[in-house]
């Protein structure tokens, strides 16, 4: 199906920007795929919108589904994170609309009011195919839109930090963690930094946010303890003792630290900054959703 593979990249990318999750995106992808085979392309006009069309409305349809879930989640839910290396060209378009904090806002929408804005916001589609795929009156559809981009606009955080500088702090953090420096990493966070951890109850993780400089500083240098490492590993069906190692690599458009082990990913620590301090940390260790990363080379 060389017209669908020409397209694949595009649509996990919709799926992915609204369901916030790269499974379910693949899954969505495959779905619009077998539809796809049992079309004749040759009465299809535009086979691009019409795979758009397509992979949005499987896309809402999973969502629905997925917020139903995701209410009995253990502890905080986070979207799975994405390699945005250079290399990774599918993922790398388009980055400032897989941001991490832009997704977390994201899930306070509702799944119209999120698809309405990835498709104008991120893809730039105009109104009326919008309102095509959502099954409402193109009125009806800018006021969804417009809903959307107020929402966005009050709650996402605006970070104006070059990525050398981001990269930096990043690279204190990790110095000041290792070292078991409270006092440095304190020096690091925002007075008001907040913490967020996802382990979905397969790994061990906090159930709920941290708040506060200390607060934070001091639970990361508890978990950075061998026994607290060695049962983290263990939470996640590893042995206690594996070489726990970790790098720097780019996820969501922004520096990230990436734990491995026995050549698995096994944990994602995401740090947004502001003003040279680091104002969110969101840590992803649920083991299905960072099973499609690769260890960092660097």
């Known amino acids: 199906m060389p017209t669908f593979e020409e397209h694949r990249s595009l649509l996990t990318g919709v799926a992915y920007r609204i369901l916030g999750s790269v499974a379910d995106a693949e899954d969505v992808v495959q779905e619009a795929w077998l539809r796809w085979s049992a079309v004749d392309e040759s009465i299809v006009v535009e086979p691009k919108a019409y795979l758009v069309r397509v992979t949005s409305r499987l896309a809402i349809d999973r969502l629905r589904w997925a917020k139903s879930r995701r209410e009995s989640y253990v502890g905080p839910w986070l979207p799975e994170p994405i390699s945005t290396e250079p290399d990774v060209a599918e993922h790398a378009e388009l980055a400032d609309s897989v941001e991490m904090a832009l997704l977390v806002v994201l899930e306070t929408l509702s799944p119209l009011e999120r698809a309405v804005f990835v498709l104008r916001e991120a893809f730039d589609l105009p109104f009326s195919e919008i309102a095509e795929i959502i099954g409402r009156a193109e009125p009806a559809t800018r006021q969804l839109a417009r809903r959307a981009r107020e929402h966005v606009r009050e709650k996402r955080p605006r970070f104006e930090v070059d990525g050398d500088e981001r990269r930096r702090i990043t690279e204190r953090f990790v110095n000041a963690s290792?070292?078991?420096?409270?006092?440095?990493?304190?020096?690091?966070?925002?007075?008001?930094?907040?913490?967020?951890?996802?382990?979905?109850?397969?790994?061990?993780?906090?159930?709920?946010?941290?708040?506060?400089?200390?607060?934070?500083?001091?639970?990361?240098?508890?978990?950075?303890?061998?026994?607290?490492?060695?049962?983290?590993?263990?939470?996640?069906g590893m042995a206690e003792g594996a070489g726990l190692s970790f790098g720097m690599g780019a996820v969501n458009n922004a520096p990230a630290v990436i734990f491995s082990a026995e050549g698995r990913v096994v944990t994602v620590v995401s740090l947004l900054i502001s003003d040279g301090r680091i104002d969110t940390i969101y840590l992803v260790a649920n083991p299905e959703k960072i099973a499609h990363l690769s260890p960092p080379t660097r």
């Open 178 to 236: 290792a070292r078991g420096d409270l006092g440095g990493l304190i020096e690091l966070l925002s007075s008001e930094v907040t913490m967020v951890s996802d382990g979905g109850g397969k790994a061990r993780a906090a159930l709920r946010t941290i708040t506060g400089a200390e607060n934070v500083g001091r639970y990361l240098l508890s978990i950075n303890t061998p026994q607290n490492l060695g049962r983290f590993l263990v939470s996640i």
